[in-house]
């Protein structure tokens, strides 16, 4: 009897043995799980470097040098969600050699512009132009390195950042898409200034590059390179206190601080498992919904949680709340903080129509604005690439706004939107192109919103489908 319980014991011992995995399956499994980790936190700082590293090998751009779209953006501008009806200019800064200014002028009747003021991580320092802290007057702003010790010189509005990087958007607003009009707003957005605070005696004049015929692509790229530019932001930014913990993590990935990133093979194929896991966990928790703005039933929703963005606002400081997961989606579709959403713009999301279809390339839908927008500057509404997130390629036009004088409006003041493959008949003015083979999704913005879009007095309507030309 002994000698029958031995073998079953030892059969046992053996089954059990043979399900535990094998060392090497572990390591990699452990390396999945904490890649899927790394890319939802880092999302927004390798979302910067994207377009950072695609400037400085793409364009003639630099650092404390000012790249610009000089025409409204089409899509050889890949970037996240971008605005094509206003013009962008873009700078990114680096304090590790002291504070830099970011020069703006004033709003007049030539110009004026919507400006976000961000770190790596995108976390809004300041807005800055109409609505922003200077409240349309220009003005000096000085972004002051990790740990700056001295007192900021007086006329400045001092941004105390805590990584050396970042950059600022600045949309040079439009009065209309006219070939006057662009030009007035480039030579408004070429008034502005950055220079070290080292030299605001004497400023060096600031380079102005137009990359309107370059292509410019920084979506994000769910491959292990995702991990090198992880790498490239753990290798010349500061560890923040709220992020320590991730240092370990990131080690077992191949990732730290002082040490060359040179992933093998092996962990290459982890990585890349791991952030095409955190791609559909992305896509997943997107297609969910984000939170409704009009109504329980609108397919109007917020552009983000608005958990993440009172956190964002308040520079994280919460020690309750630290919503990396919110923030990981986020910037998996669009880039830029704000720091006071609804004062200087506020967007609107919408990835469905009003039966709860996901919008398709191929059909013909329909948008009707109400009229009274409530806006002191306009409002656009434009199609994205439902994949990619970023402009819809090939297309002639991505949008329609108020600026658009051509377009038809009804005897009420309210208009139609057209969304598809071809324009319905008469309907030209009021057309955004789409593409038949993709899906799609839509982004309607308020610039300089007024109190009727929050009280719910003016509601937007869900987007119908409409019957196919």
């Known amino acids: 009897?002994?000698?029958?319980?031995?073998?079953?014991?030892?059969?046992?011992?053996?089954?059990?043995?043979?399900?535990?995995?094998?060392?090497?399956?572990?390591?990699?499994?452990?390396?999945?799980?904490?890649?899927?980790?790394?890319?939802?936190?880092?999302?927004?700082?390798?979302?910067?470097?994207?377009?950072?590293?695609?400037?400085?090998?793409?364009?003639?751009?630099?650092?404390?040098?000012?790249?610009?779209?000089?025409?409204?953006?089409?899509?050889?501008?890949?970037?996240?969600?971008?605005?094509?009806?206003?013009?962008?200019?873009?700078?990114?800064?680096?304090?590790?050699?002291?504070?830099?200014?970011?020069?703006?002028?004033?709003?007049?009747?030539k110009g004026s512009f919507n400006g976000n003021i961000v770190t790596i991580w995108q976390m809004p320092l300041e807005d800055a132009g109409l609505l922003g802290a200077d409240k349309g007057k220009g003005g000096k702003y000085l972004v002051l390195p990790p740990g700056y010790k001295s007192k900021p010189p007086r006329g400045y509005i001092p941004l105390q950042s805590d990584t050396f990087g970042g950059y600022m958007l600045l949309r040079s607003n439009l009065k209309s898409h006219s070939e006057a009009a662009v030009a007035s707003s480039v030579a408004y957005g070429k008034r502005m200034k950055i220079y070290p605070l080292s030299q605001a005696a004497h400023p060096p004049a600031t380079v102005f590059n137009d990359v309107k015929d370059i292509g410019f692509d920084s979506t994000i790229r769910y491959d292990a390179s995702f991990f090198a530019h992880l790498d490239?932001?753990?290798?010349?930014?500061?560890?923040?206190?709220?992020?320590?913990?991730?240092?370990?993590?990131?080690?077992?990935?191949?990732?730290?601080?002082?040490?060359?990133?040179?992933?093998?093979?092996?962990?290459?194929?982890?990585?890349?498992?791991?952030?095409?896991?955190?791609?559909?966990?992305?896509?997943?928790?997107?297609?969910?919904?984000?939170?409704?703005?009009?109504?329980?039933?609108?397919?109007?929703?917020?552009?983000a949680p608005p958990e993440l963005i009172k956190s964002a606002q308040g520079g994280y400081n919460d020690t309750d709340a630290y919503p990396t997961d919110l923030r990981g989606l986020a910037y998996s579709y669009a880039y830029i903080g704000i720091k006071r959403l609804g004062a200087g713009q506020f967007y609107m999301i919408s990835i469905r129509d009003k039966d709860g279809d996901a919008f398709d390339g191929a059909r013909t839908y329909r948008l009707t604005v109400p009229p009274k927008a409530p806006v002191e500057q306009y409002w656009s509404v434009t199609a994205y690439d439902r994949q990619t997130h970023a402009l819809i390629r090939g297309m002639p036009r991505a949008s329609r706004s108020s600026q658009i004088p051509e377009m038809q409006k009804n005897a009420d003041g309210s208009l139609e939107v057209y969304f598809g493959p071809k324009p319905p008949a008469g309907k030209e003015t009021n057309w955004v192109p789409t593409d038949p083979g993709r899906k799609f999704e839509l982004m309607f913005r308020a610039y300089a919103p007024t109190k009727a879009l929050f009280d719910k007095s003016w509601v937007l309507p869900d987007v119908e489908k409409a019957a196919t030309p």
């Open 1 to 109: 009897m002994r000698a029958v319980f031995t073998a079953i014991f030892a059969l046992l011992f053996a089954t059990a043995q043979a399900q535990q995995p094998a060392p090497g399956d572990l390591e990699r499994r452990l390396v999945e799980r904490r890649a899927v980790e790394a890319v939802i936190w880092g999302m927004p700082a390798v979302n910067y470097d994207l377009m950072l590293q695609e400037m400085l090998t793409k364009t003639p751009g630099k650092v404390h040098q000012v790249i610009y779209w000089g025409r409204p953006l089409d899509s050889k501008n890949q970037t996240l969600t971008p605005n094509p009806d206003a013009l962008y200019f873009m700078a990114f800064f680096n304090t590790k050699d002291g504070p830099i200014v970011l020069d703006l002028p004033p709003g007049d009747a």
């Open 232 to 303: 490239r932001i753990v290798q010349t930014e500061p560890w923040l206190p709220r992020d320590r913990a991730m240092i370990d993590q990131l080690k077992s990935l191949g990732i730290e601080k002082g040490k060359p990133y040179r992933p093998d093979e092996a962990r290459t194929t982890a990585l890349t498992a791991g952030v095409q896991e955190a791609r559909d966990w992305l896509e997943r928790t997107y297609d969910a919904g984000l939170p409704p703005f009009f109504s329980p039933t609108s397919r109007w929703t917020f552009p």
